[in-house]
């Protein structure tokens, strides 16, 4: 957010868990004071199960958004995340049992179809049960994150559609964001993996949108941002688990740069957030 995002998402959690008062499940939906803009995404297949779990969600959040592209297999087997593109009856009953027990706006994260295009149809579906918004990932769910994002396929929706509806798909860096928002005339963009250790691709989007040029990051300003996130992170998850999860943020913020392979080897045998600040320093 503090690098141009408009609006941002918990990572998903399970509603099941949270009607069994799961505390490393409400350890998920911990936000830093002062953060607003952010939705709460939950998978589940139980409409009641939902309609329990967004009563127990604590306060703040801008919007429930409920997860049926997620292709993990251990949550499709249980008939939850992508499973949800094979029976739009089913995510149709999800979307009015949330309507009806939350306060603010129900929406949808939604692949093409479990195995082929079925997007138009699905998407309609949950206009009529009431979302207020749809994301659409232009990818089948058996597709899992290969192949290319089919934008005309988004673009499709977009036009069939009343409510707003968010690209998503390959926007891999600034360019291709604004590519995205102007080929499908979605109302919005959602970018993913392009924001992997590149904060900056939101507000290089933001400049692109408005005809500037994205700025180039500086390797300070990266090495800097890479340490601000693992303290950042350090706050949030704890000294033990911080370094552990911030390997791959780290090896991601300085990808690219002049010897980051030796940089990776030694962030890996990093124990503590000290001694990742000490390999940063010293580069
Ligand atoms: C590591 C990782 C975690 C993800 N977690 C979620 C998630 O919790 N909920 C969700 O709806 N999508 C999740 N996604 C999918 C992305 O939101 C997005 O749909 C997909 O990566 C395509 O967008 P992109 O091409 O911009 O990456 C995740 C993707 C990745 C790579």
Known sequence: MERGAA????????????????????????????????????????????AQAI??????????DINMGCPAKKITSNGEGGALMKNSALAAALVRAAVKEASVPVTAKMRLGWDRNEAIDFACTLEEAGASAITVHGRTVSQQYGGKADW??????????RIPVVANGDALSPEKA????????????????GALGNPW????????????????????????????HLFAACEYYGENRAPLIMRKHLAWYTKG???SAAMR?????CVTAREMVAVINNY
């Open 201 to 228: 691709i939101f507000e290089g989007a933001n400049a692109q949108y408005s005809g500037e040029a994205p700025r180039e990051t500086p390797q300070a300003e990266r090495l800097e941002t890479a340490k601000a």
């Open 152 to 161: 005309d396929a988004i673009a499709e929706v977009k036009r069939a559609l």
């Open 7 to 50: 609006f941002a998402y918990t990572e998903m959690v399970s509603a099941k868990a949270l009607t069994y008062k799961d505390a490393r499940t409400y350890e998920l939906l911990r936000t830093f004071p002062g953060e607003t803009h952010i939705g709460v995404q939950i998978f589940g297949s139980e409409p009641d199960i939902i």
């Open 55 to 64: 009563g127990l969600l604590p306060g703040g959040f801008a919007s429930i």
């Open 265 to 269: 080897v030694a962030f890996n045998a």
């Open 257 to 259: 740069m002049k010897n």
């Open 178 to 193: 604004n590519a995205l928002l102007l080929y499908t005339g979605c109302d919005g963009v959602m970018i993913a993996r």
